[in-house]
């Protein structure tokens, strides 16, 4: 009779909640949690994003501020993303080269107040640089072209580095550029700075917010389709990230990240290596949208979410909750 109702009832270790506790399979805690961060120019200034309700960007006293939260929380890793001045956009995205960017002035100031206490990882593309909003370079045709994009990018991640930048996550989806960059990394002698790849990114409704925030929303025209990949595809994200891998890859993304765990779990399943997932803006501005609107609980929902993405396989989680999520699991 073992195996099979009433000898065996699953209803029985859910009864009470250590036998919940005991049970569980896998734990969500603060050193699972990236935390992205909005830069912006000026001292003392906190910007809301009306399009992220609870997101700001910060100035980099207020960077420096968000980092030290950040330790205090446990979360082991932040990511930063550069709201450019209009006057500093080019077509070249020139400014992502300049060594006093607004990204390696705010590497500069986390470190000075958080040491090697935290990880700082930062995005390698240019539409937070470019006039066009777009990741790369354009052709005559408005076509992002690959490879003079690459050398671009390659020279991104170097001055990011040689800021002090962690973790190099390149978010462009141009072909060839993790090794591109891993080679540069190496002659430049930044041999532990790592490289999390946004392998599989998609071309996704789900970052009009971020755009908003970044400055990049308004400038972009057209679709970034030539470049992330189509919602419809599986089997190619997981060339995707093989590539990544053979290229020097030591951790790779899946993004946007609960309407894509399929992949997440693929590719964990299929490669065994650290693979992390961007809950990003929009997923964000749903659970904040579902919450003001009384259609959920924001605290159920963030963990909820989250612990669905380790579930799947995360080693981790970028999220604009992270500290919220922090907050609530220490507590
Ligand atoms: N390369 C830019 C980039 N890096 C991270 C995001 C989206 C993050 C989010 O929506 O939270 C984007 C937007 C895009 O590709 O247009
Ligand atoms: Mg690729």
């Not at 935390?35 to 309700?53: N, R």
């Not at 082991?76 to 080269?97: H, I, K, V």
């Not at 995005?123 to 992002?144: E, F, I, K």
């Not at 309407?259 to 992390?276: G, S």
Request: charged share 25%; with cysteine; net charge negative.
């Amino acid at each position: 009779m073992t195996g099979s109702y009433p000898s065996l009832r699953m209803r029985r270790t859910r009864a009470a909640a250590w036998s919940r506790a005991l049970h569980r399979e896998i734990v969500l805690t603060p050193a699972d949690l990236i935390w992205p961060l909005f830069v912006t120019e000026g001292s003392g200034v906190e910007e809301p994003v009306a399009s992220l309700p609870g997101v700001s960007r910060w100035s980099l006293d207020g960077i420096a501020a968000r980092a030290k939260e950040a330790v205090d929380l446990g979360i082991p890793c932040l990511a930063l993303f550069p709201n450019t001045q209009t006057d500093r956009r080019s077509d070249d995205g020139a400014e992502a080269l300049n060594p006093d960017n607004l990204m390696c002035r705010a590497i500069r100031a986390i470190r000075d107040a958080c040491g090697n206490d935290i990880g700082i990882l930062t995005d390698v593309a240019l539409d937070p640089y470019t006039a066009h909003g777009q990741d790369g370079l354009l052709d005559g045709d408005g076509y992002v072209v690959n490879d003079d994009t690459v050398a671009v990018l390659v020279d991104q991640a170097v001055n990011q580095a040689q800021a002090g930048a962690d973790v190099i996550a390149p978010s462009d989806m141009m072909d060839g550029r993790v090794k591109a960059i891993r080679m540069a990394l190496e002659m430049g002698g930044h041999h532990n700075v790592q490289i999390m790849s946004y392998a599989a990114k998609y071309a996704s409704a789900f970052y009009g917010p971020f755009r908003d925030a970044v400055g990049s929303g308004g400038l972009l025209k057209g679709d970034k389709k030539s470049y992330q990949m189509d919602p419809a595809n599986g089997d190619e994200a997981l060339r995707e990230v093989a590539l990544d891998l053979a290229e020097g890859a030591d951790s790779v993304m899946v993004k946007p990240g609960l309407p894509y765990l399929d992949i997440v779990r693929r590719v964990k399943e299929r490669f065994e290596v650290p693979v992390f997932a961007y809950q990003v803006s929009g997923e964000y501005a749903m659970i904040e949208a579902a919450t003001a609107a009384g259609a959920g609980d924001r605290d159920a929902l963030v963990l909820e979410t989250l612990t669905a993405f380790k579930r799947a396989g995360c080693s981790g989680v970028l999220t604009y909750h992270a500290a919220h999520a922090a907050r609530l699991l220490g507590a």
